[in-house]
């Protein structure tokens, strides 16, 4: 294939890096913008949604003989919820008790990260895991090409695409519209900007802050499990899993200005795309070697972010 | 008159568009008590920030003994001889009383040249020294985050004191202080005045009527008032913009 | 005995003790012990900016990789012989700390543990990158003929074990001393209370930095030393458990007292032993450790004891 198609097969590819990191991180972004802490094991929430879609689909295709189409819309439904409903638990009796203390809280994560990785391995084995696509049409794409009767289309070996992948963006998309209605338009959205801005005056105003606290948590985990969801008939399922989502998410936290979710998407975006484009024509681990530099610098002389702007 | 030990000029420093200090151009003299006063939020923490160097300034420059200090951090001023309290009380709460005094007697000897030996001495001396002006003595071995709040007032109070400063700038030192220890820190303003120079924020007026030789006055970050305490209460301006906003304590 | 000698004998008590184990124990026990022991050093190196300083790092394993990568690759590829190259890791390690920890100590709170996981990280992945020089994932191991001090060989089980107690003792006395000094104080005030130790005249972030420096200094000696004693240079103690096992070893045994360190790696390391040869899932006791740990020990072990009985530990 020749530059022009491979680096469209790349910015495609870059795209769903891109869809999934978005939703992943918004959820990261969330918990961070209105708890105030950093959830280290936020990768193994999002683990934790691919692991629970695979045992969904599996059980729904084994006893009940559904569909993939069934057993995913089952499990787009089911991991996200069982994972926030986890999240809430782990936030009931670890995160409230230490008073969302944020260096503690850290220290508590990393510890909850060892506990849901482990606990995955030793239910869920050591092996990574397919789970089926609902659909999954190949979608050749065309290319236009000068040849010497002027502009054709060709359509080159490999250059293509599938339903599924389109449906992964389209859905991180819309699933991110709605959380930017839910925070903007919403009554909820208020209560918890309201949380966000000042914990003693909402408490004031009578929000239950420790409520907000624990939904919000629940919401951030159910993110990067429906991200999971989304990826994983794509990637699979593995205990594993984690590191590189967390890795990423914090990127873009980092770079869209810490608890921002505008700029969450947009970093996401950012970030993924080049990820796509840097995997495709580089070695994967000079990337992220550059990326985590990067990181790091940016916190240390632009810890706004670098599309944030100076809190106040 | 002296020279001043401290002088600002010009300074202003503004949040995000809001002035908090607005061209103050302050002098204070060798041996002077000299307390600062105005209603809540007239921008007085700010101001002796921005002296300290926990600030930068938006505008103007400070100067300590006839040295321009604008541009050093504020550990480097400290170590000229300025000696700061806070408002909120801040001690060393997991190490002895003993152990927060000597750690300000340790920084401000740091570049005598003595011996190991007379260099203890001399940090065991002044530090007990201090904890004994305001009455600490007894409690050297005791964790600092023990004590009851007046008395971590005073243990701040003397962690100044064994810094020898030139220039003592108290942030509000007697909140929350019981009226002996009132008195007691009254008598020792008196005391230290003959070695050092004092600036002081107070709300409690019988505080600085009784202490203070000349008072300036800070209303919505600009200087409205700067004389002796008799003009000062009969001032126009003051007494609008002071006794007019704050019912509290201050009016008493 | 005031509470400088006594905290001296505490010390001197405590590596009598640990050169007793030896005739006592049997060999599986002093094999694992000689093991903690260079752990142990590290965790102290750890606690001397975590505890004392009050610094939260989650880089460390970039200062224990530093010291045992620096020593490996130059014995390895340049031939030089054990002391030098050991001496060498540990001025690796002080370099890589100079330079992450003045860009991050411009950073605090959450930002610096961030920003201190990421140098780790990105130090990890360079062991990866760099597979010619450091056989990437595989590691490489470390000759026994290479591994010889002045004619002593440092693979025999006694020498492995008193080196151990050799570099936690003088870790131990050298931290105990350290934190008794005037210095030693300054980084206990920046701990309770930053702004103002700074304006009592202390220059905050020299004094961080100089304790990040020493912190990365002791943790390369024990990289560098678990490399000698052991043999082998690895990427996993490049990454990221090795930043989080001294973190958890530290709050577990007692951050910010000298015994804490020990106590935790060694409750630990038997735990993690323990729990390995059930499952293969050993990590989860980590996890559990450190939740419980900050639920339950916020001071650890010795900073409990020491709050609520033995006032004079050290």
Partial sequence: MEFGPHLVLALLEGSITAAVLALTAAGLA??????????????????????????????????????????????????????????????????????????????????????LQQLTLMSFGPDARPVEAPFNTRIA???????????????????????????????????????????????????????????????????????????????????????????????????????????????????????????????????????????????????????????????????????????? | MTRPVLETRHLSKSFGGVDAVKDVNLAVHEHEVRALIGPNGAGKSTLVSLVCGRLSPTAGTVHFDGQDVSS?????????????????????????????????????????????????????????????????ADARDRPAGDLAYGHQRLLEIAMGLAQAPRLFIMDEPTQGLALDEIERFKTLIGELSSSSTILLIEHNMDVVMDTAHRIAVLDAGELIGDGNPQDIQQDARVQAAYLGTDTGPASA | MGPDTRALAVHLAVIALLIGCWFVLPQYHTGNLARILVLATFASAYNLVFGYTGLLSLGHALFFAA???????????????????????????????????????????????????????????????????TRGDEGFVIARTARNLIGIDLADERVRYFAGVCLFGSSLLGIGQLVRSGFGKTLIAIRENEERARMLGYDVQRCKLIAVVISAALAGAAGAAYALLFGYVGASFAAVQYSILPLLWTLLGGAGTTLGPLLGTLVMFYLVDYASDITDAYLLVVGVALILATLFLPQGIVGTLRRRVLRWLP
Avoid at chain 3, 73 to 78: L, P, R, T
Avoid at chain 3, 83 to 92: I, M, S, T
């Fill in chain 2, 72 to 136: 050093l951090p504020a550990h480097a001023r400290i170590r000229l001889g300025i000696a700061y309290t806070f408002q909120i009380t801040s001690v060393f709460s997991e190490l002895s009383v003993f152990e927060n005094v000597a750690l300000s007697v340790r920084r401000a000897i740091a570049s005598s040249n003595a011996g190991m030996r007379q260099r203890k001495r001399a940090i065991r001396e002044r530090a007990m020294m201090a904890l004994d002006r305001v009455g600490l």
């Fill in chain 1, 141 to 312: 794409l065309p290319w236009p090409e000068l040849g010497p009767n002027g502009w054709a289309l060709s359509w080159p070996w490999g250059f293509g695409t599938t339903t599924y992948k389109l449906f992964v963006i389209v859905a991180a998309a819309s699933v991110l519209v709605s959380l930017w209605l839910l925070l903007k338009h919403t009554r909820i959205g208020l209560i918890m900007r309201a949380t966000e801005q000042d914990r003693d005056m909402a408490t004031a105003f009578g929000v239950r802050v420790n409520r907000v606290y624990s939904r919000v948590f629940g919401l951030g985990a159910a993110l990067a499990a429906l991200g999971a969801v989304l990826v994983v008939p794509i990637q699979q399922a593995h205990y594993l899993m984690g590191g590189d989502p967390l890795l990423l998410s914090f990127i873009v936290v980092i770079i869209g200005g810490l608890g921002s979710v505008s700029g969450t998407v947009l970093a996401a975006v950012i970030i993924g795309l080049t990820d796509g484009i840097v995997s495709v024509f580089f070695s994967a681990t000079l990337a992220k070697i550059i990326a985590t530099v990067a990181v790091a610098l940016v916190l240390v002389f632009r810890p706004q972010g670098l599309l944030g702007h100076r809190a106040p």
């Fill in chain 3, 67 to 133: 010291g045992m990568y620096g020593l490996g690759i130059v014995m390895q590829h340049g031939g030089v012989s054990a002391l030098p190259a050991w001496v060498f890791g540990v001025a690796c390690a002080a370099t890589v700390g100079l330079v992450t920890g003045a860009l991050a100590l411009r950073t605090s709170g959450v930002a610096f543990m961030i920003v201190t996981l990421m140098f780790a990280q990105a130090g990890y992945l360079c062991v990866l990158y760099f597979g010619d020089w």
């Fill in chain 1, 30 to 115: 969330i918990v961070f913008g209105i708890l105030r802490v950093v959830n280290v094991a936020h990768g193994e929430f999002f683990m934790l949604g691919a692991v629970i879609a695979w045992f969904v689909t599996t059980t729904l295709a084994d006893v009940f003989g559904a569909s993939p189409a069934v057993g995913f819309a089952c499990a787009a439904i089911i991991a996200p919820l069982t994972t926030g409903l986890i999240a809430m638990l782990t936030d009931k009796l670890v995160l409230s008790r230490i008073n969302y203390d944020p260096e503690r809280t850290i220290v508590a994560t990393i510890g909850l990260l060892y506990v």
